[in-house]
């Protein structure tokens, strides 16, 4: 039972461009959001977050914005960079983060140069 | 400040096999997860310490995984007898925070396992 659905494995953006990343969650019990960059042989990185009391949190380049009718959820990056090119998850919490994460199954971004 | 080391970073064993991986968490941080990555799918949560209790292992498959954070710094994973479905990369993470915040979690680059 997949809670957390990225339905795009891979993406392609030219350089400068806006990259979106699209994910869709089930349980209507989350109430925090993650998103995750994740480089070949690394773990991954913490990129932004945000509580279901927002629907949108914004830091630089990365935008994410929650929609909880549709139970929707995008990051938005722009412009987009080479180094922006890695694995990007999705995550959903309840209890506003304090209990564990649920992660999506990744989009992998690829920054045209 | 080192991050969340882990070793081995590689392994390949049989099936029936046993294995055991350690994690190193940052310095002073007094929660550690262990999580399962599945090719082509996220992260999966198998145990959570807090110091060296244990928060929540629901996901852990108990009758072949165990965990354990002697004295609240270090821990190993162990997996016997080993089955091809284990193949997967373990990574551990750790955070300073008692409780909240999963943004706080670090990380290490998770080792990767192979079951033949």
């Known amino acids: 039972d997949q809670q957390v659905k990225q339905n795009s494995p891979s993406l392609s953006v030219q350089e400068g461009r806006i990259s979106i990343l699209n994910c869709d969650y089930t349980?209507?019990?989350?109430?925090?959001f993650l998103w995750y960059k994740k480089y070949p042989a690394e773990g991954p990185t913490f990129l932004i977050s945000?509580?279901?009391?927002?629907d949108k949190n914004e830091d630089g380049r990365f935008t994410v914005f929650l929609n909880k009718s549709a139970k929707h959820l995008s990051l938005h990056i722009v412009p987009s960079q080479p180094g922006d090119s890695a694995v990007y998850f999705c995550?959903?919490?309840?209890?506003?983060?304090?209990?564990?994460?649920?992660f999506g199954t990744g989009t992998r971004l690829t920054i045209i140069p | 400040e080192a991050g969340v080391a882990q070793s081995p970073r590689y392994k390949i064993i049989e099936k029936r096999q046993s294995v055991a991986f350690w994690c190193n968490p940052i310095?002073?941080?007094?929660?550690l997860y262990w999580y399962q990555q599945i090719l082509g799918q996220g992260p999966k949560l198998l145990i959570q310490?807090?110091?060296?209790?244990?928060?929540?292992d629901s996901q852990l498959p108990k009758d072949r995984f165990s965990a354990e954070r002697l004295k609240g710094v270090d821990s190993t994973l162990k997996i016997q007898p080993a089955k091809l479905e284990d193949s997967a990369v373990y990574l551990c993470?750790?955070?300073?925070?008692?409780?909240?915040?999963?943004?706080?979690?670090?990380f290490g680059p998770g080792t990767r396992l192979l079951v033949l």
């Open positions: 993470a750790s955070s300073p925070r008692l409780a909240g915040g999963p943004e706080t979690q670090y």
């Open positions: 349980n209507s019990m989350f109430d925090y």
């Open positions: 310490f807090q110091n060296n209790g244990v928060v929540d």
């Open positions: 995550a959903a919490s309840g209890n506003f983060g304090n209990e564990k994460l649920t």
């Open positions: 945000i509580s279901s009391i927002k």
């Open positions: 310095s002073g941080h007094a929660t």
